[in-house]
């Protein structure tokens, strides 16, 4: 019965509590209008900089994917052009010549390969070794180059430590080749 007598009140009431907690609400410290914007732009920019990080990511791994298929291929087609060059000696003169030009140029390909090393090699000294100075020297040594990048950084560089280092011992690799890395802390 006394449940009875509340009802007609309790739309009143329900009014008046909503009422009071709009005005509670408004007073609680949050983001004014102004603030809003501000605080948007700063969580698109930080989702922005997510995606642009994982895009980047993506990217490098695709291009080493590339890289080191690309490479590989054209180690076996060199190879194969080498073993033919030695193998067919009884072919006509036009087809040996056109067969020792395509090992030509696939061994050039591979020696440009050195200036990939070299250019990831000193993209690393720029990024990581708080260097003043890099030096670059080449040699042949027989059929293949030789190169040597040094640094007057900090050293301390661990092949082990990341996957620039890593990555450029398995591009060396692929062509037969060896990375060697010197690199004491403070040396």
Do not use: C
Not at 78 to 107: C, F, M, Q, S
């Amino acid at each position: 019965m006394a449940g009875l007598a509340v009802l007609p009140f309790l739309p009143g009431a329900t009014g008046a509590v909503i009422r009071l907690e709009s005005v509670i609400a408004l007073r609680l410290p949050g983001p004014s209008r102004a603030e809003e914007p501000a605080r948007r732009v700063e969580d698109l920019a930080e989702r922005r900089a997510g995606t642009l990080a994982a895009a980047d990511a993506e990217r490098r791994r695709i291009e080493r994917d590339l890289h080191d298929g690309a490479q590989q291929r054209l180690v076996s087609l060199a190879v194969n052009l080498g073993l033919a060059r030695a193998t067919l000696t009884d072919l006509p003169p036009e087809t040996r010549a056109v067969i020792d030009e395509a090992h030509r140029e696939a061994k050039e390909a591979l020696e440009a390969m050195a200036y990939f090393v070299v250019s990831e090699a000193l993209a690393n000294v720029t990024k990581h070794a708080r260097a003043s100075r890099a030096e670059v020297v080449a040699v042949r040594a027989g059929d293949a180059p030789r190169v040597r990048v040094t640094d007057d950084g900090g050293g301390g560089a661990d092949p082990f430590g990341g996957t620039g280092l890593t990555g450029l011992a398995r591009r060396v690799a692929s062509v037969d080749g060896t990375l060697a890395i010197d690199s004491p802390p403070g040396a």
